[in-house]
């Protein structure tokens, strides 16, 4: 915390990683050597850059730009940008590090990176963002690569903003190689990645119940956020058998009781995803209830699906889950849960997922698209599914690997810190102290 004053969210997701490492690397001081976890806690390189656009009316705009670079260990920097009034050096550090020991879960060869803006796209007009998007890269385009940083989407950047970027990042560069993934299908997207963390966070979450002998068909869910990973992960949790009860945005929750239906959330897609408009909107429109101000958690559930962002669950609300009854918790978004409140869910027994195994989905689905890059051709949507759903699995046997506890049940984030950390940790001690 002392070099990092100010920085609360990475504090807690560095905090959060060693206290579950430390029985581990007590057993294993090979990890302890070398300042290895001293380098590991310290960002290869951060980048901060100034953005000055103009708007509408003519009004000079002036913003902060980052890339925070934090491993390269295992690959080229992969993470997402995020554009929110919100982002700052604590934060993107904190997705950075986490993005570090996620992308190594994957299996893929990714090294961890995170960047984005304080720009606020709410009620900018598409001018405004395609505009803001070239300036931010008329500075980011120098410092990332094909084999060097490969960004991608994030809260405020979709299929829109990322394809400004990477256009813009072909302008500058004279190459066309894959320098962002999430891009569109006409110009080397791949298939199924705008639902691959939602799909995957669900196929997390059914590997769980699985283990436990239970399965998603008729449970009730809660889904906090209404973005692109709130969206996919209700259709899949539908399409599994399952009640979905609630979407949420910074404004409220549309609670559901009778449960989503394919319709309902095409209708949802249109509001969010071609209207920009709210959940309140929806309400409105198809007359659900809207619950102004408040998160999903005090309705009764089954299974709780945080896909909206960091420290939207607080211990109280864990809490109000278990005495609800909750048996799943598997997060799309990432460090939803405060460090208070996966306490409560672990001793609870409740089987939590933290993000950086449940949500690995998406980045692993941009993996597997700078793979088809590079091999200048394109997967059918099947094939894309089955190898995500194939990494899911295979990062839900690792945590049980490293996380299996006497009792029999899995401390999912011990599993995961570890199973991350190793692979990590490897490349980093047979690369030397550099
Ligand atoms: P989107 O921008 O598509 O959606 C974000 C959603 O979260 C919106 O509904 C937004 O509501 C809500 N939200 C944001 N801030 C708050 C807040 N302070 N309180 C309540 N609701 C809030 O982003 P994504 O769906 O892409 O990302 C959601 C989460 O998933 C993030 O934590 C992200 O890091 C994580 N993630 C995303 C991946 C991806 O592939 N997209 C991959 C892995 C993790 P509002 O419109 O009101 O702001």
């Known amino acids: 915390a002392a070099r990092n004053p100010g920085q609360p969210e990475y504090v807690q997701a560095v905090t959060e990683v060693i206290d579950s490492l430390w029985p581990f690397i007590s057993e294993h001081p090979r990890y302890a050597e070398h300042g290895l976890l001293d380098r590991l806690v310290e960002a290869e390189r951060i980048i901060q850059f100034r953005v000055c656009w103009v708007d509408d009316q003519g009004q000079v705009q002036v913003n902060r730009g980052y890339r925070v670079q ?23 550090k904190f997705l950075a590090f986490e993005q ?22 709410k ?20 410092h990332i690569g094909g084999d060097t940083d490969v960004p991608a989407g994030d809260i405020g950047v979709g299929a829109r903003e990322v394809g400004y970027m990477a256009g813009m990042m072909k302008k500058l560069s004279n190459r066309a190689d894959c320098v962002f993934t999430g891009k569109g299908l006409s110009f080397g997207g791949s298939l199924m990645r705008p639902e691959a963390t939602g799909y995957g966070t669900v196929y997390f979450a059914q590997e769980m119940l699985r283990r436990a002998g239970k399965s998603l068909e008729g449970m009730r869910v809660t889904v906090s956020g209404s973005g692109n990973v709130a969206q996919y992960a209700v259709e899949k949790a539908m399409a599994l058998g399952a009640k979905v009860v609630s979407v949420s945005d910074s404004s409220g929750t549309v609670h559901d009781a009778q449960g989503f239906t394919p319709a309902k959330l095409a209708e949802l897609m249109e509001v ?36 909206a962002t960091q420290n939207e669950l607080d211990e109280q609300d864990a809490r109000t889950l278990v005495a609800n009854g909750v048996q799943c918790v598997a997060e799309g978004a990432n460090m939803p849960a405060t460090l208070a409140a996966v306490h409560v869910l672990e001793e609870a027994r409740v089987l939590y997922a933290p993000g950086k ?32 759903l194939t ?22 984030v011990r599993g995961a810190n570890i199973a991350g950390f190793v692979k990590v940790a490897d490349a980093m001690i047979a690369q030397g102290i550099i």
């Open 391 to 412: 990494i899911m699995q295979g990062i839900h046997a690792a945590c049980v690997q490293h996380g299996a506890r006497p009792d029999g049940t899995v401390s999912y």
């Open 123 to 142: 009620g900018r007009s598409p001018g405004e963002v395609m505009r803001f998007c070239q300036a931010f890269m008329t500075e980011l385009f120098r």
């Open 357 to 388: 195994a449940s949500n690995a989905g998406g980045v692993a689905t941009s993996g597997l698209e700078m793979s088809q890059n590079a091999m200048r051709l394109s997967w059918p949507r099947e094939e894309v599914d089955a190898r995500l």
């Open 272 to 307: 969010k995803n071609h209207l920009y408009g709210r959940v309140s909107d929806y309400a409105q429109r198809t007359g659900a209830e809207f619950l102004p101000g408040r998160n999903p958690w005090k309705i009764p559930a089954d299974v709780a699906l945080p896909c």
């Open 100 to 121: 570090t020991l996620k992308n190594a879960l994957t299996t893929l060869p990714m090294g961890g990176g995170k960047g984005g803006s304080d720009f606020d796209p």
């Open 70 to 92: 934090h491993s390269s260990a295992i690959g080229p920097y992969k993470g997402g940008m995020r554009f929110h009034p919100s982002v700052s050096p604590s934060i993107l």
